[in-house]
């Protein structure tokens, strides 16, 4: 438990991997997305992930109010929710053509990552 109250989640194996909670349910939903998080970047840089402590052969004394719990992620869905996260990107069109995409209520985020797709090959 944290001092100020809730659930304060640290990663003996992953060093500076850590989260809070209001309460055992959002801790526990937050520790994995910690988790998630942390060995997504991992991935990316292309670092080793580190093999995890078997819980309860680790001989340190837990503190008073402490406990282990296992937190598990799959990372095939948690990276198609990562990869799929949608980035902001500044474009600039003439005025005109921006008054008749106004005009026609054109979505352009879906017509620029469209046009994207097939531009590199990625069918759509």
Not at 45 to 54: L, S, V
Request: with cysteine.
């Amino acid at each position: 438990m944290a001092e100020e109250g809730g659930y304060w989640i640290e990663f003996q194996d992953l060093p500076m991997a850590n989260t809070q909670g209001e309460d055992l349910e959002d801790a526990l939903f937050m520790a994995k997305d910690c988790l998630g998080v942390y060995l997504s970047c991992l991935e990316e840089e292309k670092e080793e992930i580190p093999k995890p402590t078997i819980p309860y052969t680790d001989t340190t004394e837990l503190e008073n109010g402490d406990f282990i719990q296992l937190v598990e992620v799959y990372m095939a869905t948690y990276r198609d929710e990562y990869k799929n996260e949608m980035k902001r990107k500044n474009v600039t069109i003439p005025r005109w053509l921006n008054d008749i995409v106004k005009e026609k209520k054109i979505n352009c985020s879906a017509v620029l990552t469209t046009a994207l797709k097939e531009k590199i090959g990625i069918p759509y």
